[in-house]
């Protein structure tokens, strides 16, 4: 830990360091990985890779189904729901036939008590007739019968007896017009027994059309009540044959995004493992070839250096990284997780227990100023500038490592990694720990 009240680094078990020649790995003390092992690191990334990709693929093709499975249920839905619209209206036709088929089977009553009422007018009538034939027989019957008594009424009616002529000629008029009567009698019945049984034909008949009407359309209702109800219930079966297939497809689309997080996760795992294995690399030879010509870094910087060497390759990423580690970032860094130049320093140092601002124009305030190139320490930052002889430009800074060389997180589209320190746009330096 620092004591920036003492204004100078407390160190502290780092004797070794006070030696001339190669500095120790104590700021990275990874190991010194062989290049098989790096090698075989890599080779896991790729399958990693290639399994995350194959997995992609089925988690795809298992969202397409879902997705296909969503759009069938769907229209299950609204073809079930248009069935059961069908039913109700074919119910519908079906009462309304029904109260149709009631007035028409009324009519048909109607008509048939008509009918039957014609037929007894009939029977009155034919009764009516066969009466008064009979009565025209027992005249005939009687005329023939009394042949002798008429006989002697025309001798009578024939005398010159004025009053027996008068008598027995208004006899033979009533006797005339009774018969006369008894004609027109049976004529009328006749024609009344014909009209009532006209009547009755056409009654029966209008009370066949209409019981025909009403059962017909009680079966054109019913066969339409049927059609409805079986397509309403295969309508629905579909519907349900759909969402059990949705559920299977999401249980299936979820299965496969749950394959693809784990294969993620299990390629971050062989990346990381890839990375650390590189940066221990890189460490052990950025450690050999460095020599110290002064006072050697303190604990701060070496555990600073530690922390940067962790996250070499990790991609830049504008306005990335904090205190916890790399971060998605924002405006071209919104898609990339990583670090910037800013993030990877005060990242490193937080580890230290000093906390760096985010900022570049911060950082340059953040520390004790070395301004020349021949004073630096490992661990000290460096800054670069557009103008070297205006602070307001800068734009870089990187964590120096001695022997010419630095670290840093350059620019979007590179990684976290190990640079040289001769750059014409070195402004100065800062030394958090001071």
Not at 272 to 289: P, S, T, Y
Not at 399 to 414: C, D, K, V, W
Request: with cysteine.
């Amino acid at each position: 830990m620092l004591d920036r009240r003492r204004g100078r680094p407390v160190v502290a078990g780092i004797a070794a360091l006070l030696l001339l020649g190669p500095v120790l790995p104590a700021f990275a003390d990874p190991g010194n990985p062989t290049p098989s092992q790096i090698a075989a690191a890599h080779k896991a990334v790729t399958a990693a890779r290639a399994r995350v990709a194959s997995l992609q693929i089925q988690a795809e093709q298992a969202t397409e189904a879902f997705n296909g499975a969503m759009v069938r249920a769907q229209a299950a839905e609204r073809a079930s729901a248009s069935a059961s619209a069908r039913a109700a209206a074919a119910a519908g036709d079906e009462a309304r036939a029904q109260g149709v088929a009631t007035g028409a089977q009324a009519v048909a009553d109607t008509a048939e008590a008509r009918a039957q009422r014609k037929l007894d007018e009939q029977r009155a009538a034919e009764d009516q007739v066969e009466q008064e034939q009979a009565t025209i027989d027992r005249m005939a019957a009687g005329a023939y019968q009394t042949g002798g008594q008429m006989s002697q009424l025309s001798s009578v009616m024939s005398e010159s007896n004025p009053a027996q002529l008068a008598q027995g000629t208004a006899y033979l008029d009533r006797v005339g017009a009774y018969q006369r009567a008894v004609v027109v009698d049976m004529q009328r019945a006749r024609d009344k027994a014909i009209t009532a049984s006209q009547l009755a034909a056409a009654a029966s008949a209008e009370a066949e059309v209409a019981s025909n009407a009403a059962k017909a359309a009680l079966a054109r209702a019913a066969t339409a009540h049927d059609v409805a109800a079986s397509a309403n219930l295969a309508a629905s079966r579909a519907a349900q044959d759909a969402h059990h297939s949705l559920y299977l497809a999401s249980k299936a689309k979820a299965h496969a995004r749950s394959l693809v997080a784990r294969a993620e996760a299990s390629l971050g795992n062989a990346t990381q493992r890839a990375r650390h294995l590189e940066a221990a690399a890189a460490a052990a030879r950025a450690a050999a070839a460095h020599v110290t010509t002064g006072v050697p870094p303190s604990d701060a910087a070496a555990t600073a250096i530690h922390w940067a060497f962790q996250e070499i390759g990790v991609p830049y990423s504008w306005g990335g990284g904090d205190e916890n580690g790399p971060t998605y970032g924002f405006a071209q860094g919104a898609g990339t997780r990583g670090f910037d130049c800013s993030g990877l320093t005060l990242f490193a140092y937080a580890h230290a227990g000093i906390h760096l601002d985010h900022w570049t124009g911060s950082q340059w305030n953040e520390g004790k100023r070395i301004s020349n190139r021949s004073d630096l320490q490992p661990g000290d930052l460096m800054f670069f500038a557009y103008d070297t002889s205006d602070p307001s430009t800068i734009h870089h800074v990187a964590i120096y490592l001695g022997n010419g060389q630095m670290i840093e997180a350059p620019y979007t589209g590179e990684v976290v990694r190990v640079s040289s320190s001769d750059r014409s746009d070195f402004i100065g330096g800062v030394r958090p720990w001071a």
